[in-house]
């Protein structure tokens, strides 16, 4: 049986003690039973919709990462579909309203097979070097599904952020494989 989890600061960031308060305040971290992205049960469950789709949570993550950014001599920010949307988005946001824009884009699991039959939406080019978001990280799958898309378009990934670190491996992979990794929050149980 898992233990009670408790959601702590990745970062000691005053941006990030703020996105672990609206998180707490809109009910992120859910208890019950959960099957998660990799596969994996869990009693525990962190709804990060619930904070990248509040309106002030969006701002301090947006804002949070930016900060995070500042000198990684990034050219454009990208997340994992569907849950760094909301981050890339707010990100993106942020960015042009400090009068430092990132161009972003998106990375499907897999090309689209319609349309412009793309796995890589928005504005990616190559040889940029970039950051890659989502919103939680359990075993690292589909961050690093995205890195392989990002980098077999000559794109060099200099940083990658996570809003939520479960601490079940994805973290330790991602740092293993060379990447300049940091969680905003932690889950730990």
């Known amino acids: ?71 990684s001599g990034v050219d454009a920010v990208g997340g994992v579909a569907m849950g760094a949307y909301p981050i890339v988005a707010a990100v993106a946001v942020v960015s042009y309203l400090e009068g430092k824009p990132f161009p972003s884009f998106m990375v499907r699991e897999v090309a689209k097979e319609h349309g412009t039959k793309r796995q890589i939406e928005g504005h990616l080019k190559e040889g ?17 599904k995205a890195i392989e898309a990002v980098e077999a378009k000559k794109c060099q990934v200099v940083k990658v952020i996570v809003l939520v670190d479960r601490h079940e491996g994805g973290g330790d992979r991602l740092k293993k494989a060379g990447y300049d990794f940091v969680a905003l929050l932690s889950l730990v149980h």
């Open 128 to 144: 940029s070097r970039v950051a890659i978001v989502d919103d939680v990280l359990t075993t690292g799958g589909s961050v690093l």
């Open 1 to 71: 049986m898992e233990k009670e989890p408790t959601l702590e600061l990745g970062v000691n960031t005053e941006g990030a003690k703020r996105i672990l308060k609206i998180a707490y305040e809109v009910g992120a971290l859910l208890k019950g039973e959960f099957t998660l992205t990799s596969g994996k049960k869990s009693t525990f469950y962190f709804d990060a919709k619930k904070l990248t789709l509040s309106p002030e949570g969006a701002y301090h993550i947006g804002k949070a990462i930016l900060d995070q950014l500042a000198e």
